[in-house]
């Protein structure tokens, strides 16, 4: 079978060593086999190993190839469509657990970081950024919003303030939450599975699930080999393919893309983000950046519908960057890069189980970093048998797209043009 390598990115370049991991071949026994080592997998699996879980992964390709190794690095809060949406889709009992769950994952990152030594260059502190009076408004209402759910490590920024955080004119103000943050991603998901490993779990790599056949002990077929569990959990995301349809009718990947600029002046990128914080923008379609730890300055930005990549990733990102911060227009950019992730309708995460022993959880729609590792702890929560929390995503609506798989990608991405068009306008 044909290995499939990280693509070429800066955090491919730069990636702490990893030693060679096997592929699947023959026969395997556990108690849980995991499909895919992004960050959904390889939380499941630390959750379930810390309570005495025999667990495999199989992963296509290697430990965060997919978005766990291609995302912008922020440690963003809540999900894709906030707590107030939640309460108005499944009322106030509801969605009081799932608002107190918005600012776990978090948590889980800076403990596992911690309690495993992980070696991906944290930094605290995100801030959401306004272009327009009707954003900033935005964000005062979101700040008293996550206020009510208990998080308060939060700071509405105005105008004088937001520019001693980031050189730019582009804002009017902003919002900065210091449990934010960010990170190297592919080195947190290489540092994830050394954590599986520690406590005994096994990873294939190179060894894609080609067909999960269900029944009282399901079984997952590689090309090579085959794992029969008691549990498995599915946690594919974009990259999922079709092995299970019922859940790629209701999720769509998408692309984003990424760049990275040559190492810049300690003076310039100090000038550039002088806290070192991360930034998104408040747009539908929203720009995203940081500096490294070696002073480049990530940016991306942009979303492929259908998640095809596009061919100059560089001429879509670096006019955004120039836009916000034209100093740049001299510095030479080292890596340009695209990455899949799973959007769903509702824009809400897709949780649920496939008879009695088969689990998912899919479809963060671009809040992956954090939620990704609230879901696994949620996911191994509900195989020893505490279902709470698991239930109370699984019981969010999931829809289908409109017009089936054919018509998913023009409908969406004329829906995102509207938002974008009222981003543009300031409507």
Known sequence: MAHTAYPQSYYAASANPVPPRPELHGEVETDV?????G???LSTAISLLENGFKVCIVEAAKVGFGASGRNGGQIVNSYSRDIDTIERTVG???AQLLGQMAFEGGRIIRERIAKYNIQCDLKNGGVFAAITAKQMNHLEAQKKLWERYGHTQLELLDGKRIREVVATDNYIGGMLDMSGGHIHPLNLALGEAAAVESLGGVIYEQSPAVRIERGAN????TPNGRITAKFVVVAGNAYLGNLIPELSAKSMPCGTQVITTEPLSAE???????QDYCV???NYL???YRLTSDKRLIFGGGVVYGARDPANIEAIIRPNMLKTFPQLKDVKID???????????????QVGRLGDNVYYSQGCSGHGVTYTHLAGKVLAEALRGQAERFDAFAELPHYPFPGGQLLRIPFTAMGAWYYSLRDKLGV
Do not use: M
């Open 39 to 41: 960050y959904t997998g």
């Open 218 to 221: 399901p079984v997952v077929h």
């Open 268 to 274: 310039l990128a100090q000038s550039l983000l002088p």
């Open 92 to 94: 106030p009992k509801h």
């Open 335 to 349: 890596y340009a890069w695209t990455g899949n992730f799973l959007l769903t309708l509702s824009r809400l995460p």
């Open 286 to 288: 929203l720009d995203y």
């Open 33 to 37: 086999c995991i499909v895919g080592a």
């Open 280 to 282: 998104e923008d408040c």
